[in-house]
């Protein structure tokens, strides 16, 4: 288990480096654990409790995850839990809580067996509450990650990564899927400080607008809260983006690229019909000192599955019309080759920022009046 102050961003356990990467967990008889072996799918049935009512609701709850203490409440004796474990129809999952299965837990019960273990001063936070949550594509920390109040003393527990806040307050947890977690703002901010690079916080922040899971005025709302945490200020600059309409990473991307290259800077996600009047939703877009319309399209590494490049390949096809032209290029370019793109894009006649004209002031020699 590895413990980590959240508002500051540092480690607070002996032995674990300052980085994002909580140090390797290691089981009993050395090995590391692995937590991605285990799929997030639902569990086996348990086994052998239906000598007890009580105990089976509880299990269907709780993914077949129980603690000691309300192995307890529903009836049972020490000498009844210590028959099931030497038989091995139940196995331990450290030292508070119980799997009512003998094999390795899954995802689920991974996540149940880390909200026991914390119990009433905690809950579970940033990509671990994130998965509750259901964002796509940014929950792939295989480790636990739970929040406590400041100086909370948690026992051990493979694969349990244990933050401390100071402003961990009632108000901000919330019950999903019978798991207490952090909101899902509060989720997504958390996840992102506690990362190392910032082009990370972009693409989370995003990606939770673009999943319509949250808004970017819940996430302003929420950042006004968390104080000095890392990556503040790219958080802040990454919600007024996606509040201008950059709703992908890669339109983020294109803003700062047009200000860093002097190019007039785009209309954001402009929303047009086509011929056949259906909507459509535009990367960018420049009107020229033509009157021509020059539209950019940014695609991301999602354009590349086959779907997606279908459906772009219909999608473009009704967009060109006289007067009317369509640029491609991949976010991937943006980042790597902006010079070159820049280049093209002024070639293609996309106007350049006029520079701000300053107006000296008149100076008065008072010596020669």
Same mark, same amino acid.
């Given at each position: 288990?590895?413990?980590?102050?959240?508002?500051?961003?540092?480690?607070?356990?002996?032995?674990?480096?300052?980085?994002?990467?909580?140090?390797?967990?290691?089981?009993?008889?050395?090995?590391?654990?692995?937590?991605?072996?285990?799929?997030?799918?639902?569990?086996?049935?348990?086994?052998?409790?239906?000598?007890?009512?009580?105990?089976?609701?509880?299990? #269907?709850?709780?993914?077949?995850?129980?603690?000691?203490?309300?192995?307890?409440?529903?009836?049972?004796?020490?000498?009844?839990?210590?028959?099931?474990?030497?038989?091995?129809?139940?196995?331990?999952?450290?030292?508070?809580?119980?799997?009512?299965?003998?094999?390795?837990?899954?995802?689920?019960?991974?996540?149940?067996?880390?909200?026991?273990?914390?119990?009433?001063?905690?809950?579970?936070?940033?990509?671990?509450?994130?998965?509750?949550?259901?964002?796509?594509?940014?929950?792939?920390?295989?480790?636990?990650?739970?929040?406590?109040?400041?100086?909370?003393?948690?026992?051990?527990?493979?694969?349990?990564?244990?933050?401390?806040?100071?402003?961990?307050?009632?108000?901000?947890?919330?019950?999903?899927?019978?798991?207490?977690?952090?909101?899902?703002?509060?989720?997504?901010?958390?996840?992102?400080?506690?990362?190392?690079?910032?082009?990370?916080?972009?693409?989370?922040?995003?990606?939770?607008?673009?999943?319509?899971?949250?808004?970017?005025?819940?996430?302003?709302?929420?950042?006004?809260? #968390?104080?000095?945490?890392?990556?503040?200020?790219?958080?802040?600059?990454?919600?007024?983006?996606?509040?201008?309409?950059?709703?992908?990473?890669?339109?983020?991307?294109?803003?700062?690229?047009?200000?860093?290259?002097?190019?007039?800077?785009?209309?954001?996600?402009?929303?047009?019909?086509?011929?056949?009047?259906?909507?459509?939703?535009?990367?960018?877009?420049?009107?020229?000192?033509?009157?021509?319309?020059?539209?950019?399209?940014?695609?991301?590494?999602?354009?590349?599955?086959?779907?997606?490049?279908?459906?772009?390949?219909?999608?473009?096809?009704?967009?060109?019309?006289?007067?009317?032209?369509?640029?491609?290029?991949?976010?991937?370019?943006?980042?790597?080759?902006?010079?070159?793109?820049?280049?093209?894009?002024?070639?293609?006649?996309?106007?350049?920022?006029?520079?701000?004209?300053?107006?000296?002031?008149?100076?008065?020699?008072?010596?020669?009046?």
């Amino acid at each position: 288990m590895t413990w980590r102050d959240s508002d500051n961003s540092r480690w607070t356990g002996a032995g674990c480096p300052q980085s994002s990467r909580a140090c390797p967990i290691r089981t009993d008889a050395g090995e590391t654990a692995n937590m991605s072996t285990y799929p997030d799918s639902l569990p086996p049935p348990a086994a052998d409790v239906d000598r007890w009512p009580d105990l089976r609701a509880l299990s #269907v709850r709780q993914a077949g995850v129980v603690s000691r203490e309300q192995l307890r409440q529903v009836g049972l004796t020490w000498g009844d839990l210590e028959a099931q474990l030497a038989a091995r129809r139940w196995s331990e999952y450290g030292p508070l809580t119980v799997l009512l299965r003998n094999c390795e837990p899954t995802r689920l019960q991974l996540r149940h067996a880390a909200a026991l273990h914390v119990g009433d001063k905690g809950c579970l936070a940033a990509a671990t509450a994130l998965e509750v949550h259901g964002l796509q594509g940014f929950c792939d920390d295989d480790q636990l990650h739970v929040l406590t109040p400041r100086a909370s003393t948690v026992a051990p527990l493979p694969g349990l990564v244990v933050h401390e806040s100071r402003r961990l307050r009632p108000e901000h947890i919330v019950m999903r899927a019978g798991l207490p977690v952090t909101g899902l703002e509060r989720s997504v901010i958390d996840r992102g400080a506690w990362q190392r690079r910032p082009r990370f916080v972009y693409a989370l922040l995003a990606a939770s607008v673009q999943q319509w899971l949250t808004t970017a005025n819940r996430l302003l709302a929420e950042l006004r809260t #968390v104080g000095q945490v890392r990556h503040v200020a790219h958080m802040r600059l990454a919600v007024h983006d996606i509040v201008g309409g950059s709703q992908a990473l890669s339109e983020i991307d294109l803003v700062r690229f047009c200000r860093k290259h002097r190019l007039q800077p785009p209309e954001q996600q402009a929303i047009r019909r086509d011929a056949r009047g259906k909507k459509r939703y535009l990367d960018a877009e420049w009107r020229l000192l033509d009157g021509s319309v020059l539209v950019l399209e940014v695609d991301g590494a999602h354009h590349i599955a086959v779907a997606y490049w279908t459906e772009d390949m219909k999608r473009g096809r009704p967009l060109f019309k006289p007067g009317r032209y369509v640029l491609r290029c991949g976010a991937r370019e943006l980042r790597l080759q902006p010079a070159e793109l820049a280049a093209d894009l002024e070639l293609a006649g996309v106007p350049r920022l006029i520079p701000r004209l300053v107006t000296a002031r008149p100076s008065y020699d008072l010596a020669s009046q």
